[in-house]
């Protein structure tokens, strides 16, 4: 009766160590995967306002894992753009943020200037990232496809330049 017991137990380890290992392994993948050029959408383009962006795939198996079933990942992955392959360690994750949203937040490992904020909603995302000067924004579209754009942000008006005086209240 104990070898029966002890079997079950080491089957139980086995199939716990083993999901443990594949989501360890979904946190070093990138949440994103590239679209094939077959599909006219992955390739790097600029629109008329001067912004680079580029159609990426989400991945859902990983997406689900993180946002869905909750399972925080300490490191996820981001290639922005070609050549621009970016880490971000978990610094903030609320599942509880109210109708079905999750989100997750993190700082860039080996930078000292940089963030992300994913907002997950009905298998979708929204996202944010600041790396120094550069600001990224991850737009969702149909069929899993994301818009990751590089914003260009010098047509913005300095907002230090322009200080205005505020009048005292009087009694």
Do not use: C
Request: aromatic share 6%; proline share 5%; no cysteine.
């Amino acid at each position: 009766m104990q070898f029966w017991n002890m079997k079950i137990w080491a089957k139980l380890i086995l199939v716990m160590s083993t999901t443990m290992t594949s989501v360890s392994a979904l946190a070093q993948d990138n949440l994103f995967e590239e679209i094939p050029p077959s599909e006219d959408m992955g390739e790097l383009t600029l629109n008329e306002q001067g912004v680079l962006h580029r159609h990426v795939r989400l991945k859902t198996d990983l997406a689900t894992a993180i946002f869905k079933n909750g399972e925080a990942m300490e490191r996820l992955t981001f290639d922005l753009m070609p050549g621009r392959t970016v880490i971000f360690r978990n610094s903030m994750y609320d599942k509880n943020m109210g109708g079905r949203t999750t989100v997750w937040s993190g700082r860039a490992e080996g930078l000292e200037d940089g963030s992300v904020t994913l907002v997950y909603r009905r298998g979708r995302i929204l996202g944010h990232v600041q790396l120094g000067a550069e600001t990224f924004r991850i737009t969702p579209g149909p069929d899993d496809v994301h818009t990751i754009s590089l914003l260009d942000l010098s047509g913005l008006p300095n907002e230090g330049d322009d200080a205005i005086e505020v009048p005292q209240n009087k009694p």
